[in-house]
């Protein structure tokens, strides 16, 4: 079980200088975007590994080890990992002989079923019958697993998940075996079993997964000293990682329960068109979280369905005139929704409006948390959060928005001059605490946000000629920040979302023209002029954040290391 210092041994990497980060976020600004997501994070390693440079080549060399660890199928980081230990041995034995393994596996499965077409089917019977004969296969078992294995610890029942994962046991080396028990483990099932399963990993091939896992598993109990521990041991054999900086910084701090809201401090907006039983849920849902005196407004977007009944069903589970809702003849779309709701006088007279989407579901104390937020950061523009999956394991949708350099962004309308770039972190990605951070940034997620009366009378509402969705809240933070109030993100703070963005979930050449439409809207309201002001200005507020608190946490870190020291010295002379 976890020590004072740290959740287990980690392995021996070679370890950057304490003065490389705050050096490569000079070099590199885009550096302080994130050390997480997966393409950049290729991209960096290999930047550094064409350095020539010892502490380069040690953060590469331990980000490569970190994305194994996290993701041992991923066959990009796989590949490049395997030529770094060719050309600079670094792993642990028993780490270099499972990233062959691997790799072999990988390479050799057999291609007779292909997976992606199951995957992409979505269908989770077609899932565990393809489990159930690849585990037959034993010859071949884990080159069968690797490509299904995330679609399995995500198998809407967690009992049949284990069981089809169990099938693969005798056919899967053990030590190989149990770290994929240990990630099913962390991702469904009570955290005091999965601390069991983290704490039986062979510490040089898995320990550095089995500290993060154990951190986000140790808050999740409360325990929040002993995340903190944890978090700091990866953070040791990791200081060059952005998010583990952030999250060390985050479980340093102080928790205490904020002030509930005061009547008129903050007006909770939703809209809904034609998703009766699904507003019915979610303003069920809203009702049982803790928002004081804050009022409801529910706006019913020109729906031709029951919406109008639920508004009336719903109405008396909320305070008597702390819920106000109102009908629309036609579909005005999302910017002109929140317009109409902003307009409404019971909103105008509150301080903060909350927006939210008519199929998200948040936390018990989540107004109170982003109003202290909004507090903490008086000119922010808006504040948001993390947007998980409703459904298990509550995979990440969002976390902070920045942006890239626009010469490291990706062309998709050659029929414009594209410049803005936005860099999502997350999308997909196991819940591990690792964006479970403060900081500020250029924007957040329109599923959830608090937008303050000072921002809305400094930059106003939404433009309607985003209608009828898609880059109308991106817009709006955009020309806050310009108008110097960033946007603030608080990862801690977790609202679960029924359904995925509309970006991600169109399906049809009408709504990706829609959206690629209103994307060249976008680019053509931002002058150039503006658009490196933006991604200057964003980069720069990331990297004093991350350099701030990566100060904060090496004088953290040496405080807990000095205090253990003389604790040992301490027991060695009784």
């Not at 982003?370 to 008086?378: C, S, V, W």
């Not at 924007?443 to 433009?463: E, I, N, T, W, Y």
Request: charge should be negative; glycine fraction near 8%.
């Amino acid at each position: 079980m976890p020590s004072a210092t740290g959740f287990m041994p980690l392995p021996a990497l070679p370890v950057p200088s304490p003065e490389f980060l705050p050096a490569i976020l000079d070099a590199l600004p885009l550096w302080a975007l994130t050390s997480e997501q997966k393409e950049l994070r290729l991209s960096l390693c290999r930047i550094l590994l064409g350095q020539g440079n010892a502490d380069c080549l040690a953060a590469a060399q331990g980000l490569l080890a970190l994305a194994f660890a996290e993701t041992p199928f991923d066959a990009a980081n796989l590949a490049l990992l395997e030529e770094t230990q060719r050309n600079h041995p670094f792993l642990p034995s028993r780490a270099a002989a499972t990233t062959r393994l691997v790799r072999a596996a990988m390479h050799h499965a057999p291609t007779d079923i292909p997976f992606e077409q199951i995957r992409a089917s979505g269908d989770a019977d077609l899932v565990a019958r393809y489990l159930e004969v690849a585990a037959k296969d034993k010859s071949h078992a884990l080159g069968r697993l690797a490509p299904a294995f995330g679609s399995l610890c995500r198998l809407p029942d967690a009992g049949l998940a284990a069981a089809l994962l169990d099938g693969f046991a005798g056919s899967i080396p053990p030590p190989l075996f149990a770290r994929l028990a240990a990630e099913l483990a962390v991702l469904r099932l009570p955290p005091e079993t999965a601390l069991e399963k983290l704490a039986a990993l062979d510490p040089d091939a898995w320990g550095l997964y089995a500290a993060i896992a154990a951190s986000h598993c140790l808050e999740r109990l409360g325990r929040r000293g002993e995340a903190l521990a944890a978090c700091l041991g990866a953070w040791r054999a990791l200081p060059q990682h952005g998010n583990l900086t952030l999250r060390a910084f985050a479980l340093s701090r102080p928790r205490t329960a904020p002030p509930v809201p005061h009547p008129g401090e903050a007006a909770v907006c939703l809209y809904s068109m034609n998703k009766a039983e699904l507003f019915r849920e979610c303003l069920t849902h809203l009702a049982a979280t803790d928002l004081g005196g804050a009022l409801v407004a529910a706006l019913d977007n020109g729906s031709s369905d029951h919406t109008a009944d639920v508004l009336r069903d719903v109405a008396p589970l909320f305070p008597a005139g702390r819920f106000l809702h109102v009908a629309l003849p036609v579909n005005i779309g999302a910017p002109g929704a929140r317009n109409w709701l902003l307009a409404l006088p019971e909103v105008a007279a509150c301080r903060n409006v909350a927006f939210l989407d008519d199929d998200a579901f948040p936390e018990p104390d989540w107004l109170a948390r982003l109003l202290q937020t909004g507090r903490d950061h008086p000119d922010a523009g808006a504040i948001g959060c993390a947007i998980v999956d409703k459904d298990a394991p509550n995979d990440h949708q969002s976390a902070d928005f920045n942006l890239f350099p626009p010469r490291t962004g990706e062309q998709s309308l050659p029929e414009t001059n594209e410049r803005l770039f936005v860099c999502e972190p997350c999308r997909g990605a196991p819940d591990l605490g690792l964006y479970a951070y403060s900081r500020p940034c250029l924007s957040v997620s329109g599923c959830c946000h608090l937008l303050p009366r000072a921002s809305l009378d400094a930059v106003g509402g939404f433009d309607i000629r985003f209608n009828p969705t898609q880059f109308d809240d991106l817009d709006r933070d955009i020309r806050a920040f310009l108008a110097d109030r960033p946007a603030v993100y608080d990862g801690t703070v977790r609202v679960a979302h029924k359904q995925g963005s509309s970006l991600a979930m169109a399906q049809n050449m009408a709504q990706v023209a829609h959206i690629m439409g209103n994307k060249i809207k976008l680019e053509h309201k931002v002058s150039d002029a503006d658009a490196e002001r933006l991604w200057r200005g964003n980069l720069e507020s990331l990297r004093e954040d991350l350099r701030g608190k990566y100060s904060e946490v090496r004088r953290i870190n040496e405080g807990m290391e000095q205090g253990e020291s003389a604790r040992r010295n301490g027991g060695m002379k009784g």
